[in-house]
């Protein structure tokens, strides 16, 4: 690669950032699509965000950031033009101005999508494991697509509570429930799920499953981990040996990836799928 005074810059901020894959999948599709590009980790102390954030706007040739942990919830207040209103983690500049997205709603959206095609989330019922930052991308891919029923799961129960009004009165959709975290929720409930998502970070390192899994009623019923490394997380293990079908955060990463890459360069990378997959499992 051959860096010269016309090569765009790109990069991802976060605190820490050394786990990141971002560049790997990126600086793969620059050199794919031929474009003269870098992209770049930055590792930032949250009380230095501003000042970061405010020097890359004075870059003319810095094109494009991801905000991941723990700034997505607060790059927001630095930008000219949200373009999506929930947590962003992708922002273009041009032209002077920053613009804000969220691509995990695609992400999420495309790893079900990828993995099980004929799986529908309309009028469905869906348990989300969680109430953090990851869980609003998740909600939100998952009421664009209008399902039956909603059930907020979450340790603390007041961060579960703040997501189902926040969501309640955006979205206008009114089933969604709340229930605190126990491991044998699903024995407690009368619904069986069609979808089950774990957006917390319990599995990362290989903690036991928040929940136990009955047996599953449903030949279409999918468990999803948000967690994508180790990518059989004992959750997902659980839910197969009950006759799930399971997904892992992979795709999703690739996807929300991908999605960023076409804001940020009108390119579309979906052919690099398989290289940008095959690459990213030999760091596991
Ligand atoms: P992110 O932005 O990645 O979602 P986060 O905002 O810190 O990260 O949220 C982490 C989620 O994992 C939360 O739902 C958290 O539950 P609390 O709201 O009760 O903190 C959940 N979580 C983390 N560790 C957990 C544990 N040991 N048991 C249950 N839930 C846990």
């Not at 950032?17 to 870098?38: C, G, R, V, Y």
Request: hydrophobic share 40%; glycine share 6%.
């Amino acid at each position: 690669m051959i860096i010269s005074g016309k090569t765009k810059i790109f990069g991802v901020v976060g605190y820490p950032i050394t786990h990141t894959l971002s560049p790997l999948i990126h600086n793969t599709l620059f050199k794919e699509f031929k474009i003269d590009a870098i992209y770049l980790p930055f590792e930032v102390l949250p009380e230095n965000f501003e000042k970061f954030f405010y020097g890359l706007k004075s870059i003319n040739n810095f094109t494009g950031l991801n905000v991941t942990l723990p700034f997505k919830n607060v790059v927001a207040k630095y930008l000219n033009k949200k373009i999506e209103h929930l947590l962003i983690n992708t922002v273009l500049f041009k032209n002077g101005l920053s613009y804000g997205y969220n691509t995990d709603i695609y992400g999420f959206k495309m790893g079900l999508i990828k993995n099980y095609p004929e799986f529908k989330i309309k009028n469905s019922n869906v348990l989300i494991i969680g109430a953090g930052g990851a869980s609003y991308a998740v909600l939100c891919a998952i009421l664009n697509e209008k399902p039956k029923k909603i059930v907020i799961t979450n340790r603390t129960i007041e961060k579960a509570e703040e997501l189902k009004n926040y969501f309640c009165k955006s979205q206008k959709f009114k089933n969604i429930d709340v229930m605190p975290l126990k491991s044998d929720i699903l024995f407690k409930v009368d619904i069986d799920f069609d979808l089950i998502v774990n957006t917390t970070s319990v599995g990362l390192k290989n903690e036991k499953s928040l929940i136990e899994f009955k047996k599953c009623n449903s030949k279409q019923a999918i468990v999803y981990d948000l967690i994508y490394n180790p990518p059989l997380t004992d959750f997902l293990k659980q839910a197969k040996k009950k006759g799930y079908k399971i997904i892992n955060g992979l795709d999703m990463l690739i996807f929300q990836a991908f999605k960023a890459f076409s804001i940020w360069t009108d390119k579309d990378p979906s052919k690099f799928y398989e290289k940008i997959s095959h690459y990213l499992l030999k760091c596991f």
